[in-house]
Every structure is written in structure tokens, then in C-alpha cells.
């Protein structure tokens, strides 16, 4: 089991950043490939960006690429994300979530365990 839980969320106006955490418990972080998803009421939950295990690879949306930029310190089993340039369509929960493998890591189906969510607000 991994336990995951998300911080940094809240209320910031357009053009702003925020930066939101994922810290991991339970089996080693560094086994996972770790995502970042958002969701607004009414709609799927929508991929964000990913990161292979050892970080080296990642990948994001191209509704944010540019603006935000997902990491990861393995030696803290925590995981990040940076945005910045908001926009008021950015706002959304945000998950992290984790999974083994890096195959289809857009897909949400594809990932195991889970984030309570955090959520983020861009006013205009």
C-alpha cells in the first residue's frame, strides 16, 4: 500500500503560481511512476503530467506544457508540481496518484493508489 497525501492548494489570481505537494508513505515512493489529475464537477478526471520512477522521464498535458513542471525527491518520497502562469480554467481538485509501470501514464484507469485531492482556484 501507498499512501499519498496533497498540499499546497488554495486561492491565487490569474498569472500567479502555486506549487503542490505529494508525500508518500508506506511501500518505497521510488518504485512508483507518480501522476498529477484534476478534476471539476461534472467532468472526467483529466491527466496533468506524469513522472517515471527515477524522474527521468515526464510528460504533461498540452493544455499546461510550459506552465507547469512536475518533479520528484525520492529521498523525501515526495512528488511535486509548479504551476505557474494561471489561468481560471486551471482550477480544479488536483490528485496525485501512483502506479508501477509507465505504460498508457495518461490514463487514469492505470493508477493504483490515490491522493485525497487538494484543491485550486484561479480568480480572474
Known amino acids: 500500500q501507498v499512501q499519498l497525501v496533497e498540499s499546497g492548494g488554495g486561492l491565487v489570481q490569474a498569472g500567479g503560481s502555486l506549487r503542490l505537494s505529494c508525500a508518500a508513505s508506506g511501500r518505497p515512493f521510488s518504485r512508483f511512476t507518480m501522476g498529477w489529475f484534476r478534476q471539476v464537477p461534472g467532468k472526467a478526471r483529466e491527466f496533468v503530467a506524469a513522472?517515471?520512477?527515477?524522474?527521468?522521464?515526464?510528460t504533461s498535458a498540452e493544455s499546461v506544457k510550459g506552465r507547469f513542471t512536475i518533479s520528484r525527491d525520492n529521498a523525501k518520497s515526495t512528488g511535486y508540481l509548479q504551476m505557474n502562469n494561471l489561468k481560471p480554467e486551471d482550477t480544479a481538485v488536483y490528485y496525485c496518484?501512483?502506479?508501477?509501470?509507465?505504460?498508457?501514464?495518461?490514463?487514469?484507469?492505470?493508477?493504483?493508489?490515490w491522493g485525497q485531492g487538494t484543491q485550486v482556484t484561479v480568480s480572474s
Open positions: 513522472t517515471s520512477w527515477s524522474g527521468k522521464d515526464t
Open positions: 496518484a501512483a502506479r508501477s509501470g509507465w505504460y498508457e501514464h495518461s490514463d487514469p484507469l492505470q493508477y493504483t493508489y
